[in-house]
């Protein structure tokens, strides 16, 4: 892959996912001028004997402790150590990545008072794939990300552990495989490395790119079934969604019209049948207004991600260094567009479980067997598919609750209101999975569906331009059900189709 250049300015969420996957990064000249401005700044503060927070002083409640010039290094190497407090299941290899990336990135802007040497490092690591193992849960989301990304600066240092080559090591046996000098921190630094909203803004950004492929693959199980149900298309024609103008839904209807073009499936007009039920009827409208929470998360990372989110800043007047404290490590505005695109998810889950519900129940699919099998009683078919879809919906309802409702106080009330965004992210991320297994159950049942539907309606049935290729997908990796069989491995196979994003690049490919 081309290596992405940290900038401070341009990087791009399908930068962090590319470096996610392996891509290489190197640091822009400017980057590094502005960098070693800011360092020489702190460095005029420190001769001037100024107190400035984080720099001369302690953290937090104790931003009141001057700490001797003599021990300003120690108080930062101190720092990083004590906050790597973080527990849980490690992040895995492609979000530390994303998140090394996104704290280089930050501090390229030249306002947080470190040096170059230390930011080349941090990318030295990554592009020798030295990965700190940092720990899932700690982190407030105000005052920033520090439990986790205290675990990221560790190994900088040389202590914590890491990942190198597949093997868990002490993070200066890791560094010293890999050719790598520890950094020794100077004043500011620790705070600079660890303050920030680093591993938020990554996992909200690898959750809202996957959340884009995950809206569009919902578009296409919801057409699937429609026509396996024989619906009406009447609910799609453009004229309904011009007078109720929001764009995506407008959007929505366009492509479920272009994917059922050409579609034989579908139900001729009936002056008494004219409507089908919501779940079928209304994706545009529910569709599209997920697809505007995925919209808003977009914009909100994509200025977290070039944005400076650490604390204290330097900035220079008449070329003088003055150091400005703040909040820009709160995580507030990531946390509510997660918890936006969160309930976003979770909506696109329950919509697409009614539909598998509709396509099991004899009495609701316009005669489809009782649970797409044609052997009922004898074999239950999709009837356990269904329970699934609608365990993780529940689960999903559970994880909707917003977790930037929430602030407990922290560091004897210093920190007295927090964002727990971090957490949205991690719910958010979960939600995702969930809900891409749910629209991989409708998939397989709708395809089955579709199976026993052309039976009725003859050999010569066709599908819309767009769903016969996504029913070609599924039948690639799962064939027609004729006799009862585990499930989970065929769902397993067709939620991998969906996340990896072949369903959704092949139907557009067409359409």
Known sequence: MDKVVITGEHLTMEDVAAVAQGAGVTLAP????????????VQTLLARGEIAYGITTGFGAFKGRIIPRHEVAALQRNLVLSHAAGVGEPLDAAT??????????????????????????????????????????????ASGDLAPLAHLACVLIGAGEAIYKGELLPGAVALQRAGIEPVVLGAK???????????????????????????R????????????????PAAFDPRIH?????????????????????????????????????????????HGAVRDTVAYARWALEIELNAVTDNPLIFFEEEQPVVISGGNFHAEPVGLALDYLKLGLVDLGNISERRIARLVDQSLSRGLPAFLTRHGGLE????????????????????????????????????????MATNAAHHARRVLENVEH?????????????DFRREQLGSA??????????????????????????????????????SSGELVAAVNAVV
């Open 30 to 41: 400017y980057a590094i001028e502005a960098m070693q401005r800011s360092w020489d700044g």
């Open 217 to 232: 693959a919902a578009d296409i199980a919801g057409t699937l079934s429609l026509e396996a149900m024989r619906a009406t």
């Open 189 to 215: 630094e620790g705070l600079a490395l660890i303050n920030g909203t680093s591993v938020t803004t990554t996992i909200g950004t690898l959750v809202n790119l996957q959340a884009e492929n995950v809206v």
């Open 461 to 498: 049935a066709e599908l819309g331009k767009g769903t016969a290729v996504a029913y070609a997908q599924v039948r690639q990796y799962v064939p027609f059900l004729e006799h009862d069989e585990p499930l989970a491995p065929k769902i397993v196979a067709i939620k991998r189709l969906i």
């Open 380 to 419: 239950s078919g999709f009837m356990l598919a269904q329970y699934t879809a609608a365990a993780l919906a529940s689960e999903n309802k559970v994880l909707a609750h917003p977790s930037t409702a929430d602030s407990i106080p922290t560091s004897a009330n210093t920190e007295d209101h927090v964002s």
């Open 96 to 141: 530390v990545r994303g998140i090394m990336a996104v704290r280089a990135n930050t501090l390229a802007m030249g306002y947080s008072g470190i040096r170059p040497h230390v930011v080349e490092t941090l990318l030295e690591m990554l592009n020798k794939d030295v990965l700190p193992v940092i720990p899932s849960y700690g982190s407030l989301g």
């Open 242 to 286: 011009l007078v109720r103008p929001h764009p995506r839904q407008v959007d929505a209807a366009a492509y479920i019209r272009r994917l059922l073009e050409g579609s034989t499936f579908l139900r001729p007009h009936d002056p008494r049948d004219v409507q089908d039920a919501y779940s079928l009827r209304c994706m545009p409208q529910v």
């Open 438 to 450: 749910i629209i991989a159950i409708e998939l397989l049942s709708a395809a089955q569906g579709v």
